[in-house]
């Protein structure tokens, strides 16, 4: 049996349990999506807007081959059909003239919901679904040399299809801020005057990346965010520690609610890299009725494999023993550095540093082949020749 046969199989094994074991995906889950959304796109923001940051690329779109693998439970019944976040990501930065300040843009969107069908562009819009969109879109100034910067912008919500079983909904507009520094943030989100999030951030591990150490004791010191949700039934906190175990190659991370005073989940994460290009993970996460649940994952520089990933159940509405596939990509750069979002350090950017080698040996060489033709310069005369006779 051949290697590939031994993979399809493996995969096939792998849906069937995955159909057999996962567990359905409610309503109300459905209905917390666009607040899911809103939040995910400020945390991505907060760890790509670094002062020094001149751009960042990402881009996501989870696959899940199987209709039975994230169904739909409603009062009618349970319903097959495929459960899905599209995103797209971008922002960029650059120099002001000569006044030492960085003015950037950016725009972050993401289309997620459950539907009848699995598309790409074109959704089925069947009688159970629910499809929404979320943008993201401001302007940033920083100061590079003092590691200081602010981000403000507009957030709206695009409700395209929302069935009868699920609560009403309307297109929203919301509006947002940051201030950052290399050692703290803080971000809030409003509608309105009403706030609807707040997060504070300490940034305490110290990282090369942006002007820090390499090694040390510096580099062992937590980070820790503190975000308050503002919703309509009771407001709720979420904590978050982070930690450096081993070299800034290995660390846990560790995300609390308060005031259920409830463990959420737990990632231990491995690095090969400190620039975060690729990543393993094990993590878990604790459900509603208090059922622990693991799970793991695998990320590479263009394609993401996971089941039962702590961060996939929160993505997919609570859905847990799902095998996810992703098309995945989130490539920063920084000066002549590359990274993923919370890099520690950046992967050199080989380009220019091979360019000016080549440049110069060109120039080398050409400078011992024009010494070579000076040097070995020979003269012809022409004319007659007369020789006296003997």
Same mark, same amino acid.
């Given at each position: 049996?051949?290697?590939?046969?031994?993979?399809?199989?493996?995969?096939c094994?792998?849906?069937a349990v995955?159909?057999?074991f996962?567990?359905d995906?409610?309503v109300?889950?459905l209905?917390?999506?666009?607040?899911?959304?809103?939040?995910?796109?400020?945390?991505?923001?907060?760890q790509?807007?670094?002062?020094?940051?001149?751009?960042?690329?990402?881009?996501?779109m989870?696959?899940?081959?199987?209709?039975?693998?994230?169904?739909?439970?409603?009062?009618?019944?349970?319903?097959?059909?495929?459960?899905f976040?599209?995103?797209?990501?971008?922002?960029?930065?650059?120099p002001?003239?000569?006044?030492g #300040?960085?003015f950037?843009?950016?725009?972050?969107a993401?289309?997620?919901?459950?539907?009848?069908?699995?598309?790409?562009?074109?959704?089925?819009?069947g009688?159970?679904?629910?499809?929404?969109?979320?943008?993201?879109?401001?302007?940033?100034?920083?100061?590079?040399?003092?590691?200081?910067?602010a981000?403000?912008?507009?957030?709206?919500?695009?409700?395209?299809?929302?069935?009868?079983?699920?609560?009403?909904?309307?297109?929203?507009?919301?509006?947002?801020?940051?201030?950052?520094?290399?050692?703290?943030?803080?971000?809030a989100?409003?509608?309105?005057?009403?706030?609807?999030?707040i997060?504070l951030?300490?940034?305490?591990?110290?990282?090369?990346?942006w002007?820090g150490?390499?090694?040390g004791?510096?580099?062992?010191?937590?980070?820790w965010s503190?975000a308050?949700?503002?919703?309509?039934?009771?407001?709720?906190?979420?904590?978050?520690?982070?930690?450096?175990?081993?070299?800034?190659?290995?660390?846990?991370?560790?995300?609390?609610?308060?005031?259920s005073?409830?463990?959420?989940?737990?990632?231990l994460?491995?690095?090969p890299?400190?620039?975060?290009?690729i990543?393993?993970? #094990?993590?878990?996460?604790?459900?509603?009725?208090?059922?622990?649940?693991w799970?793991?994952?695998?990320?590479l520089?263009?394609v993401?494999?996971?089941?039962?990933?702590?961060?996939?159940?929160?993505?997919?509405?609570?859905?847990?023993?799902?095998?996810?596939?992703?098309?995945?990509?989130?490539?920063?750069a920084?000066?002549?550095?590359?990274?993923?979002?919370g890099?520690?350090?950046?992967?050199?950017l080989d380009?220019?540093?091979?360019?000016?080698?080549?440049?110069?040996?060109?120039?080398?060489?050409?400078?011992?082949?024009?010494?070579?033709?000076?040097?070995?310069?020979?003269?012809?005369?022409?004319?007659?020749?007369?020789?006296?006779?003997?």
């Amino acid at each position: 049996m051949t290697l590939k046969i031994k993979s399809a199989l493996c995969l096939c094994c792998a849906f069937a349990v995955t159909s057999v074991f996962g567990n359905d995906i409610t309503v109300d889950a459905l209905a917390r999506g666009g607040a899911f959304a809103r939040d995910r796109q400020l945390r991505d923001f907060e760890q790509v807007f670094k002062p020094g940051t001149s751009g960042f690329f990402g881009f996501d779109m989870m696959y899940l081959p199987l209709p039975t693998q994230t169904r739909l439970s409603s009062e009618y019944g349970t319903h097959d059909g495929y459960a899905f976040r599209h995103r797209l990501e971008g922002y960029f930065s650059a120099p002001v003239a000569r006044t030492g #300040v960085d003015f950037g843009i950016l725009w972050f969107a993401e289309r997620h919901g459950w539907d009848n069908e699995d598309f790409i562009a074109f959704p089925y819009y069947g009688k159970f679904s629910v499809v929404r969109s979320e943008q993201l879109a401001g302007a940033t100034l920083s100061l590079p040399k003092y590691g200081l910067g602010a981000a403000g912008g507009i957030q709206y919500q695009n409700v395209e299809r929302i069935a009868d079983i699920y609560p009403d909904e309307s297109d929203t507009l919301y509006w947002w801020g940051e201030a950052t520094s290399r050692f703290a943030s803080a971000q809030a989100l409003f509608h309105g005057a009403d706030p609807r999030m707040i997060r504070l951030s300490l940034n305490l591990e110290s990282k090369e990346l942006w002007g820090g150490a390499s090694s040390g004791i510096t580099t062992y010191l937590p980070d820790w965010s503190v975000a308050r949700y503002y919703g309509d039934d009771r407001d709720s906190l979420r904590l978050t520690w982070e930690q450096n175990l081993v070299q800034q190659v290995v660390y846990a991370k560790v995300t609390g609610d308060y005031p259920s005073a409830r463990f959420h989940s737990a990632a231990l994460e491995l690095y090969p890299d400190p620039s975060r290009v690729i990543a393993f993970e #094990v993590t878990c996460l604790r459900r509603r009725s208090g059922r622990l649940v693991w799970g793991g994952g695998v990320t590479l520089p263009v394609v993401r494999f996971g089941y039962n990933n702590a961060s996939d159940i929160d993505e997919f509405f609570g859905s847990s023993g799902t095998f996810v596939a992703e098309i995945h990509f989130a490539l920063g750069a920084s000066g002549d550095r590359l990274f993923s979002p919370g890099a520690a350090k950046g992967a050199p950017l080989d380009t220019e540093n091979l360019t000016t080698q080549k440049l110069k040996k060109t120039a080398a060489t050409l400078n011992e082949e024009s010494k070579d033709k000076s040097g070995a310069k020979e003269i012809t005369a022409k004319g007659i020749r007369r020789e006296k006779a003997q």
